[in-house]
């Protein structure tokens, strides 16, 4: 597994542990730590957006995903 984007520290993060973050897994698929809002935000998906039971939203900062941008492979 491998950190995409900026560390939480290089973000400006004090601690530098308790941020959002996106990993590449070693299968591809990638794991994304942040806020849950499932309840919050469920019923603004649009129309053709669904939610299995066990899977959750969660909201990362723009600044985490920004800076994730180009270590993001293109396919």
């Known amino acids: ?3 995409i984007g900026a ?7 004090a601690t530098g542990q308790t941020c959002p ?6 299968d591809g698929n990638f794991a994304v730590i942040g806020t849950e809002a499932t309840a919050a ?3 603004e998906l649009p129309s053709d957006a669904a939610r299995a039971d066990y899977e959750r939203i969660v909201v990362i900062s723009r600044e985490t995903l920004v800076r994730a941008k180009a270590d993001i492979p293109d396919a």
């Open 1 to 3: 597994m491998r950190r």
């Open 7 to 13: 560390s939480p520290r290089e973000r400006g993060s």
């Open 21 to 26: 973050d996106i990993f590449e897994l070693s």
């Open 41 to 43: 935000l469920e019923s």
